[in-house]
């Protein structure tokens, strides 16, 4: 089914929309979560709470790219599992490495940023990832925000593992470069 029509099945509040969706994106959306959580019966729980999330949103939003959508949902609520500490208690995994590579790019001090300056930097770190090459781009993306172990993404772009960090440290450095430039980071 296209996604035009599970997201009419949304709007005309048709349970059908859960069962398509599943169907379509379940596997996409817990290899999401099981990034994260390395555990099958949260990465479970944050599937099935992505659709709940997307049924509680759909509509009023309508959103132009569904997959990313979910990918989004899924990976919010993924995130907030993981530091409810119920991850941590079972290993942590991939986060952990995540978050200690970008902490040199990212402000720590969350308390005292507003939601508008979290949604500038939010864009200001899209049209940065968008301007990259592509394939430094997606090994980018698909370290910081599908969190992927670097073995994972090596063997996909045909890369030695050594490679695929080296790209990373290089591209977190010219993130930080433009987060000072655009103001987001003191030098």
């Known amino acids: 089914m296209e996604d035009s029509q599970i997201i009419e099945l949304y709007f005309k509040r048709k349970e059908e929309a859960i069962q398509e969706t599943d169907s379509k994106y379940g596997s996409y959306c ?6 994260i959580l390395h555990n099958t019966e949260d990465s479970e729980e944050c599937v099935s709470d992505t659709w709940l999330s997307a049924w ?29 500490g119920k991850a941590k208690k079972r290993g942590g995994g991939e ?4 978050l200690d590579e970008l902490a040199e790019c990212i402000a720590t001090e969350s308390d005292t940023e507003s939601e508008y ?7 200001s770190i899209r049209l940065f990832v968008r301007g990259l090459p592509e394939r430094e781009g997606n090994v980018f993306v698909r370290r910081y925000f599908f969190t992927e172990p670097v073995a994972v993404i090596a063997k996909r ?9 080296v790209s990373l440290s290089r591209t977190r450095k010219k993130l930080k470069a433009h987060l000072i430039k655009e103001g987001y980071l003191g030098e």
């Not at 817990?30 to 990034?35: D, K, L, M, P, S």
């Not at 986060?95 to 995540?98: E, G, T, Y």
């Not at 300056?117 to 864009?123: N, P, S, T």
């Open 56 to 84: 509680n949103v759909i509509p009023p939003q309508r959103p132009t790219v569904l997959r990313m959508f979910l990918a989004k949902i899924t990976r919010n609520l993924s995130f907030n599992r993981f530091h409810a």
């Open 95 to 98: 986060l952990n490495l995540v």
């Open 157 to 165: 772009y045909h890369m030695t593992d050594n490679n695929v960090m």
């Open 117 to 123: 300056m979290a949604k500038e930097l939010e864009q």
């Open 30 to 35: 817990f290899a999401i979560a099981e990034n």
